[in-house]
């Protein structure tokens, strides 16, 4: 990836920084898109993270594509820059595995934070695809900013893909970081704003219609964004996003019964709604 187009992705993400309270959140506008394939072989430093704004990345991302080994990694660039991995599991190479979050989940000390050498794998051919195929899915982060403590996550998709030489690959899409800028204070993944404004104002959550066949409505009395997942009875999230126009679109769902979460924007809890699909 060519550095120029590194600092015109920097410039765009920062133009989108949203600084509410003391969540820093940076949607990354548009996409960082980094396809991995054994023609290409492998690439370091596809994009830089810096959450503190000095200059110097806290994370990266790599992979390594051996045609019949596959490695995707998530890279911190010093031991005080850490990682929440999935227990202590290593693979054949001594990797550890990246923990993957999902929307809602409480990022703090509770986790199991390191590093490893090999860098931690979101994904790999030998044990672990981990990420792959899984949709948007949160990497949480624990690093130092002025010698305090700050939890944080990255938004990430990877995905299988067939491109036109018909070779299978890999792309990895990174979507938005953010991290809690109040020192030793969690953030729950996907958070983008924090608790601490105006918390006299309750917010309250209309959603209708119920049974539905297309669309639903997310009144609220709240202006913040508000961020939804929608699982299936089953346990397993089928959507994900921010609420657009009050309106979620639930057309390409089957018929059936769903638990829809929001984010409740004044107190970061997760409310659910039991929705009928027509």
Known sequence: MKKAFLISSI??????????????YLEITPDVESEMSPII???DNIFPLDFTFDGLEEYNFKWEDLGSEWFMHFTSSNPN???ALDGTTVNIYNGRFVKMLSFGDPINNSLTWGTSDPDPYIGESTMNT??????DQYIGVKFLKNNNT???YVLVNFQSTTPTNKVDSRKLIIKAFAFNNTP???????QTSSSSVD??????FEVYPNPTQDMITIQTNSDEVIAY???????QKVNQGVINNNVISMKELEAGIYFIKLMNPKTQNIETFKVVKL
């Open 229 to 235: 997942a929608i699982y299936n009875t089953f346990g």
């Open 130 to 135: 981990n990420f792959l195929d899984q949709g």
């Open 150 to 152: 700050h939890y944080g």
């Open 184 to 190: 030793n204070a969690q953030i729950s993944a996907g």
């Open 199 to 204: 918390e006299s104002v309750e917010v309250n």
């Open 81 to 83: 820059n850490l990682i």
């Open 41 to 43: 072989g492998s690439m």
């Open 11 to 24: 410039v765009l993400l920062i133009s989108t920084l949203s600084l509410k309270a003391q969540i820093f």
